[in-house]
T-cell receptor, first 113, second 115 residues
Framework: SQQGEEDPQALSIQEGENATMNCSYK?????LQWYRQNSGRGLVHLIL?????REKHSGRLRVTLDTSKKSSSLLITASRAADTASYFC?????????????FGKGTLLTVNP | GAGVSQSPSNKVTEKGKDVELRCDPI?????LYWYRQRLGQGLEFLIY????????KSGLPSDRFSAERTGESVSTLTIQRTQQEDSAVYLC?????????????FGPGTRLTVT
């Protein structure tokens, strides 16, 4: 399976609820990033967490990283209909190819008003 | 300032024709990337340019695919003799080349449909 696999593949919640998405990866990383994509077009960077960090916050977003389990989670609190999008995690590789991001297939989040 | 732009936004072509996709990165971004995204899938890395260094072409799926970049500006992805399996959204991104960790800024993509 791919580096950077998200689960669930799809998540449907009501506005105001929290949404949690998970990402697993296979090889050692320098950084892990989360991106958001609306309507199958350009991605927007949400947050970057380094391999020596365990948790990071940005507004309503909370990202955790567990390098021992090779997993990360993205929590969106107090979700809004506008949060409806696909969310991808992306990992880079250690060493000379750390510019090359590997994306998972994404989690499609639907927030119902 | 302006973000990453791509053109055309949509392209429909007949099987066997060549297509050229363009990407204008953010000014000052030394790194440029091309990705392909098939329907319902994640992004596949195609090629990476960094300044005047030799590009990393390891993700190009076949010799029908090629890309060029002039200095730290515009890049063109060319697909020759297009096939139906080439239908996808082609995304370009640029970034600063930082020592450790960087975010990529994506363009809106070109949706390619090969009939």
């Amino acid at each position: 399976s791919q580096q950077g696999e998200e689960d669930p593949q799809a998540l449907s919640i009501q506005e105001g609820e929290n949404a949690t998405m998970n990402c697993s990866y296979k090889t050692s990383i320098n950084n892990l990033q989360w991106y958001r994509q609306n309507s199958g077009r350009g991605l927007v960077h949400l947050i970057l967490i380094r391999s020596n960090e365990r948790e990071k916050h940005s507004g309503r977003l909370r990202v955790t990283l567990d390098t021992s389990k090779k997993s990360s989670s993205l929590l969106i609190t107090a979700s809004r209909a506008a949060d409806t999008a696909s969310y991808f995690c992306a990992t880079d590789g250690r060493g000379g190819s750390n510019y090359k991001l590997t994306f998972g297939k994404g989690t499609l989040l639907t927030v119902n008003p | 300032g302006a973000g990453v732009s791509q053109s055309p936004s949509n392209k429909v072509t007949e099987k066997g024709k060549d297509v050229e996709l363009r990407c204008d990165p953010i000014s000052g971004h030394t790194a440029l990337y091309w990705y392909r995204q098939r329907l319902g899938q994640g992004l596949e890395f195609l090629i990476y340019f960094q300044g005047n260094s030799a590009p990393d072409k390891s993700g190009l799926p076949s010799d029908r695919f090629s890309a060029e970049r002039t200095g730290e500006s515009v890049s063109t992805l060319t697909i020759q003799r297009t096939q139906q399996e080439d239908s996808a959204v082609y995304l370009c991104a640029s970034s600063l080349r930082l020592a450790n960790g960087y975010e990529q800024y994506f363009g809106p993509g070109t949706r390619l449909t090969v009939t």
